[in-house]
C-alpha cells in the first residue's frame, strides 16, 4: 500500500468523523427532529459501522414514525453482521407493516441465499419483481440463482429481461453468456461474450469465459489466445492457467500442457486434491528421489489411475524407493497387471504420514513426457488367475464374435448434453440388427437398470447375469480379455482395455475430456483404441448406424 492510498484514507476517515460528530450534536440538541437520526444512520451504514447504526435506526423507532426503510435497513445490519435469523425477522417485519415495499423482499430472498435456503429465496425475488417489475437487479439476482441451481433456461429468461431494462450491465452479458453455454447454446454464447468484450473491454472475467467456450467448441489455438488475455489482467491465475494447460493437452502440446495442469491443486473452486494428504508437503519428482523413500498418491477417478500409473514399472526400473498408494479397488488390478508388486491402499498411507510425496497424475509433467518418451506407453502382462481358466470355460462356449458394452457414466460427469459421457443401451439394437454376433454387458452400478426393459436380451452371452454379480476389476479384466471388441462410453471399462491392448471404439461426446483430444480417431494413449466421436454425426443414432457397418466390416475382415 502507497503513500497516497493513507493519505487519502486518513482525509476520508476525517470527512467521516466531521460529519458524524455534527450530526450526533445536532440529534442531542433541542430542536432536532427525527431526519437526522436518519442521516446518522446512513453516515454509519456507509462507512460499515453496523452497530452503531442499529442503535440509531431503532431509537428513530421509538420516535413512532413509520418508514419501510428503516425497517429494512436494519435486517441489513444484521445481515451484514452475519446475524441472518435477526436479519429475516426484520424483512418479514417490513413486509408485515409495508407489504408492498419490494425493496424488503428483495433483502428477505438474498437473505435466504445466504443460509442455503433457494428455493424460498425464488419465491420472494418472484414477489420482489411482481411489486416492481422494473428493477433490474430483482432480474439478474434471480437469473444468478436460477443458473446456481442448473435451471439454466430459467436464468436464461430473467438474464434477458435484465438485459431490456439494462443493456450497459457487462456482468448480466457475461453470466447470460454462461447460462447458453450450459446448456449447449454455444454459438449465442461467443456472440454475447464477444460483445460484452467489445463494450467492456475491461471486464475481465468475459475473457476467461470465452476461452472456456472456444475450447469447448473445439477451437483450441482461440481458446489460448484468451486465456493469454486474461492472464494479461491476472497473470498468476490457477484458473487460467490451468485451463490454458487443458488447452493444450488437447492440442497435443504435452509439456505446455502438463506444466499448466500442475495449477489443478491451486484452483479456488474445486482444488483437486489426492486422495489421501499427508502430513508432508508435496515434492518435485526430483525432491522426491533424492529422498530415502517416498510416495506416489492417486488422485480423481479409478480410470485416471489406471492411464497414468503406466510410469510406475519405469520408475521401479530407476532403483527409485517408492510406495504406490491407490484406491482399494484397484488394488488386485495393479497386481495382476504386474505394475507394482505391493501397492497399497489410500486408507493405509496414513502410517507414512511423513514422507514426501507426489501425485501419480503429475508425473507426466515432471517425467517431460511426448509422444517419443518409451515409458508413454503401457506395455503390462497379465498374471493369469484362477478367474481366468473359469472365465476361459464358461465364454469359450459362446459360438459367435463377443462384442463387450459399457454405456453409463458416472452421473457425476454428466454436466450437460455436450458433456454427457453416457447413451442409452437401446441403441445397440442398430449394431445387432445385421450382425451376428453376442453382445456382453460390462455396465456396473449406474445404467445397469436398463438391462431390466432391453427388448434384444436374447443376443447377450448367456453367462451375462453371472457377470452381472462380478464386481472384481480382475475379474473384469478377464472377461475383457476373452472379448473380440469393446465398445464402450468413457468410462475405467475403457482405461481398463486400453491397459490390456484389447481393440476398443471409445465412444465421445462433442465435448470429450481432454486426453482424447478434438479431432483424430486414434489415442496416444491407448494405440488399441479407435476414437468415434459425436461431432462428426448429426446424433447418437447417427453414429451407432455407422458403427454398426464397421461391425459388419470389422467380422468379415477382423480389422478395426
Given at each position: 500500500?502507497?503513500?497516497?492510498?493513507?493519505?487519502?484514507?486518513?482525509?476520508?476517515?476525517?470527512?467521516?468523523?466531521?460529519?458524524?460528530?455534527?450530526?450526533?450534536?445536532?440529534?442531542?440538541?433541542?430542536?432536532?427532529?427525527?431526519?437526522?437520526?436518519?442521516?446518522?444512520?446512513?453516515?454509519?451504514?456507509?462507512?460499515?459501522?453496523?452497530?452503531?447504526?442499529?442503535?440509531?435506526?431503532?431509537?428513530?423507532?421509538?420516535?413512532?414514525?413509520?418508514?419501510?426503510?428503516?425497517?429494512?435497513?436494519?435486517?441489513?445490519?444484521?445481515?451484514?453482521?452475519?446475524?441472518?435469523?435477526?436479519?429475516?425477522?426484520?424483512?418479514?417485519?417490513?413486509?408485515?407493516?409495508?407489504?408492498?415495499?419490494?425493496?424488503?423482499?428483495?433483502?428477505?430472498?438474498?437473505?435466504?441465499?445466504?443460509?442455503?435456503?433457494?428455493?424460498?429465496?425464488?419465491?420472494?425475488?418472484?414477489?420482489?419483481?411482481?411489486?416492481?417489475?422494473?428493477?433490474?437487479?430483482?432480474?439478474?439476482?434471480?437469473?444468478?440463482?436460477?443458473?446456481?441451481?442448473?435451471?439454466?433456461?430459467?436464468?436464461?429468461?430473467?438474464?434477458?429481461?435484465?438485459?431490456?431494462?439494462?443493456?450497459?450491465?457487462?456482468?448480466?452479458?457475461?453470466?447470460?453468456?454462461?447460462?447458453?453455454?450450459?446448456?449447449?447454446?454455444?454459438?449465442?454464447?461467443?456472440?454475447?461474450?464477444?460483445?460484452?468484450?467489445?463494450?467492456?473491454?475491461?471486464?475481465?472475467?468475459?475473457?476467461?469465459?470465452?476461452?472456456?467456450?472456444?475450447?469447448?467448441?473445439?477451437?483450441?489455438?482461440?481458446?489460448?489466445?484468451?486465456?493469454?488475455?486474461?492472464?494479461?489482467?491476472?497473470?498468476?491465475?490457477?484458473?487460467?492457467?490451468?485451463?490454458?494447460?487443458?488447452?493444450?493437452?488437447?492440442?497435443?502440446?504435452?509439456?505446455?500442457?502438463?506444466?499448466?495442469?500442475?495449477?489443478?491443486?491451486?484452483?479456488?473452486?474445486?482444488?483437486?486434491?489426492?486422495?489421501?494428504?499427508?502430513?508432508?508437503?508435496?515434492?518435485?519428482?526430483?525432491?522426491?528421489?533424492?529422498?530415502?523413500?517416498?510416495?506416489?498418491?492417486?488422485?480423481?477417478?479409478?480410470?485416471?489411475?489406471?492411464?497414468?500409473?503406466?510410469?510406475?514399472?519405469?520408475?521401479?526400473?530407476?532403483?527409485?524407493?517408492?510406495?504406490?498408494?491407490?484406491?482399494?479397488?484397484?488394488?488386485?488390478?495393479?497386481?495382476?497387471?504386474?505394475?507394482?508388486?505391493?501397492?497399497?491402499?489410500?486408507?493405509?498411507?496414513?502410517?507414512?504420514?511423513?514422507?514426501?510425496?507426489?501425485?501419480?497424475?503429475?508425473?507426466?509433467?515432471?517425467?517431460?513426457?511426448?509422444?517419443?518418451?518409451?515409458?508413454?506407453?503401457?506395455?503390462?502382462?497379465?498374471?493369469?488367475?484362477y478367474s481366468s481358466v473359469e472365465w476361459s470355460n464358461i465364454l469359450s462356449k459362446e459360438t459367435r464374435p463377443i462384442i463387450g458394452i459399457n454405456w453409463q457414466s458416472d452421473p457425476r460427469f454428466e454436466k450437460n448434453t455436450n458433456t454427457c459421457r453416457s447413451f442409452p443401451l437401446?441403441?445397440?439394437?442398430?449394431?445387432?440388427?445385421?450382425?451376428?454376433?453376442?453382445?456382453?454387458?460390462?455396465?456396473?452400478?449406474?445404467?445397469?437398470?436398463?438391462?431390466?426393459?432391453?427388448?434384444?436380451?436374447?443376443?447377450?452371452?448367456?453367462?451375462?447375469?453371472?457377470?452381472?454379480?462380478?464386481?472384481?476389476?480382475?475379474?473384469?479384466?478377464?472377461?475383457?480379455?476373452?472379448?473380440?471388441?469393446?465398445?464402450?462410453?468413457?468410462?475405467?471399462?475403457?482405461?481398463?482395455?486400453?491397459?490390456?491392448?484389447?481393440?476398443?471404439?471409445?465412444?465421445?461426446?462433442?465435448?470429450?475430456?481432454?486426453?482424447?483430444?478434438?479431432?483424430?480417431?486414434?489415442?496416444?494413449?491407448?494405440?488399441?483404441?479407435?476414437l468415434f466421436r459425436l461431432n462428426e454425426y448429426e446424433s447418437w443414432s447417427d453414429l451407432f448406424e455407422y458403427l454398426a457397418l464397421q461391425v459388419s466390416h470389422y467380422e468379415f475382415t477382423g480389422n478395426l
Open positions: 500500500m502507497n503513500k497516497e492510498y493513507f493519505q487519502n484514507f486518513a482525509e476520508k476517515n476525517e470527512k467521516y468523523l466531521k460529519t458524524r460528530d455534527y450530526l450526533i450534536r445536532k440529534s442531542k440538541s433541542g430542536d432536532s427532529n427525527p431526519s437526522i437520526l436518519l442521516e446518522l444512520a446512513s453516515l454509519y451504514l456507509s462507512n460499515s459501522r453496523y452497530h452503531d447504526a442499529l442503535l440509531v435506526l431503532k431509537q428513530y423507532i421509538d420516535t413512532g414514525i413509520n418508514n419501510p426503510k428503516v425497517y429494512n435497513d436494519i435486517g441489513i445490519c444484521y445481515r451484514k453482521l452475519d446475524q441472518h435469523s435477526k436479519a429475516l425477522n426484520w424483512f418479514k417485519k417490513t413486509i408485515l407493516k409495508f407489504p408492498s415495499y419490494d425493496i424488503a423482499y428483495f433483502n428477505l430472498a438474498n437473505t435466504l441465499k445466504d443460509i442455503g435456503q433457494l428455493e424460498k429465496a425464488i419465491t420472494f425475488y418472484i414477489q420482489a419483481i411482481a411489486i416492481e417489475s422494473t428493477n433490474y437487479l430483482y432480474h439478474y439476482n434471480l437469473a444468478n440463482l436460477y443458473s446456481q441451481l442448473k435451471f439454466y433456461e430459467k436464468a436464461i429468461i430473467y438474464y434477458e429481461s435484465t438485459l431490456r431494462l439494462n443493456r450497459n450491465f457487462p456482468d448480466a452479458l457475461n453470466n447470460y453468456a454462461i447460462a447458453l453455454s450450459s446448456i449447449g447454446r454455444y454459438e449465442k454464447s461467443l456472440e454475447f461474450l464477444k460483445l460484452t468484450i467489445r463494450l467492456f473491454p475491461n471486464h475481465i472475467n468475459s475473457y476467461f469465459n470465452l476461452g472456456n467456450v472456444l475450447r469447448n467448441t473445439g477451437r483450441i489455438e482461440e481458446s489460448i489466445f484468451y486465456y493469454d488475455k486474461y492472464l494479461e489482467f491476472k497473470p498468476d491465475s490457477p484458473e487460467a492457467l490451468y485451463n490454458k494447460g487443458i488447452s493444450n493437452l488437447i492440442k497435443g502440446n504435452f509439456k505446455k500442457g502438463f506444466k499448466g495442469y500442475q495449477y489443478r491443486f491451486y484452483l479456488e473452486k474445486n482444488p483437486v486434491r489426492p486422495h489421501f494428504i499427508p502430513k508432508a508437503r508435496e515434492s518435485t519428482l526430483l525432491e522426491a528421489s533424492r529422498s530415502e523413500k517416498f510416495l506416489i498418491l492417486s488422485e480423481q477417478g479409478l480410470g485416471d489411475t489406471i492411464q497414468f500409473m503406466r510410469y510406475i514399472p519405469y520408475l521401479r526400473a530407476q532403483n527409485l524407493n517408492f510406495l504406490f498408494s491407490v484406491q482399494s479397488k484397484l488394488l488386485g488390478l495393479i497386481e495382476a497387471l504386474q505394475i507394482d508388486k505391493a501397492p497399497i491402499s489410500n486408507e493405509s498411507t496414513r502410517q507414512y504420514n511423513q514422507l514426501p510425496w507426489i501425485s501419480l497424475m503429475s508425473l507426466s509433467h515432471y517425467l517431460n513426457i511426448n509422444e517419443a518418451s518409451p515409458y508413454a506407453i503401457p506395455n503390462y502382462s497379465f498374471k493369469p488367475t437401446s441403441l445397440f439394437k442398430y449394431i445387432i440388427r445385421n450382425n451376428d454376433i453376442r453382445l456382453l454387458s460390462l455396465q456396473k452400478m449406474h445404467g445397469i437398470d436398463q438391462l431390466e426393459n432391453c427388448d434384444f436380451l436374447s443376443k447377450f452371452v448367456s453367462c451375462q447375469s453371472q457377470i452381472n454379480k462380478t464386481f472384481d476389476f480382475v475379474q473384469t479384466a478377464v472377461i475383457i480379455q476373452h472379448c473380440d471388441l469393446i465398445i464402450t462410453s468413457d468410462t475405467v471399462v475403457a482405461h481398463i482395455a486400453g491397459a490390456l491392448a484389447k481393440p476398443t471404439w471409445l465412444l465421445l461426446n462433442k465435448s470429450p475430456d481432454w486426453r482424447w483430444g478434438r479431432v483424430g480417431d486414434r489415442s496416444f494413449w491407448y494405440p488399441s483404441f479407435r
